[in-house]
């Protein structure tokens, strides 16, 4: 594959440097936090080879958060992002083709990108209140079609799938045997209802979530 930097790692006030940002308006994630600022002390935690796919009772306590997933279901990965780079390298070669629903968080572009895929874009407007048009994104899905990628709750307009959108697509993914990724970084700063995870509505839909931004700290879970 081949790696560009993207805008946003240049753009990326930790490299770009806080103190040259006047007015932040935008930063996703908390301020920095010292532990003792919340209250809390560094056990003194064993350092040691993890399992693989995330610990045990870690992987219990993410998948009983939704009915219709099992520990098995789920992979912890350190931060969102490299969750989303193994979930593009897993399921895309160069002959294949996605669609993307934009905008959408980079790595869910570049990296499909880097692989050589197709992409067509679905993109969402202003004018729409960015609400994601089903029969668009069916129009674009062609028989070499492996992803279709959202991120919901979306960024960065933080706009909401309803329900009926959420089912449409999980039902498009399995009619057209493709996986839905379902970028779900924010879900738990969700405005209103909470929707289910997509990974618990079908096996063709995939989540990626993160403890990044509600919480300020950087360790996922797909
Ligand atoms: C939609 C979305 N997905 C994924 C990520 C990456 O999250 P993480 O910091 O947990 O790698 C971000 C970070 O800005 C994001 O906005």
């Known amino acids: ?3 560009t930097r993207m805008v946003i790692e240049k753009e ?7 103190d040259r940002i006047r007015f932040n ?3 996703s994630s908390i301020a920095d936090q010292k532990l003792s600022d919340i209250g809390l002390s560094l056990p003194d935690l064993t350092l040691f080879y993890g399992e693989h796919r995330g610990d045990k009772q870690l992987r219990a306590l993410i998948s009983a958060q939704d009915a219709g997933i ?13 969750a989303l780079f193994i979930i593009s390298t897993s399921l895309l070669s160069a ?4 669609v993307v629903i934009r905008p959408n968080y980079a790595t869910n572009i570049e990296t499909p990108r880097a692989i050589g895929c197709a992409i067509s874009f679905v993109d969402l407007a202003f004018e729409e209140g960015f609400a994601i048009d089903v ?3 069916k129009a674009a899905i062609r028989p070499d079609t492996k992803l279709i990628s959202v991120t919901c709750p979306h960024n960065p307009t933080g706009t909401m799938m309803s329900r009926a959108e959420l089912d449409a697509l999980v039902a498009l993914a399995e009619s057209s045997d493709c996986h839905l990724l379902v970028d779900e970084t924010y ?3 969700s405005y209103g209802r909470r929707l289910p995870t997509a990974a618990s509505l079908s096996p063709k839909a995939i989540s990626g979530s993160s403890l990044s931004k509600a919480f300020g700290l950087s360790e996922a879970a797909v």
């Open 1 to 3: 594959m081949n790696y």
């Open 95 to 98: 002959n294949d083709h996605l």
């Open 25 to 27: 308006l935008s930063e």
């Open 12 to 18: 990326a006030p930790e490299e770009y440097g806080y």
């Open 135 to 137: 029969e668009r994104v």
């Open 70 to 82: 099992s520990p098995d279901d789920v992979l912890v990965t350190a931060g969102a992002a490299g």
């Open 187 to 189: 879900r738990d700063l």
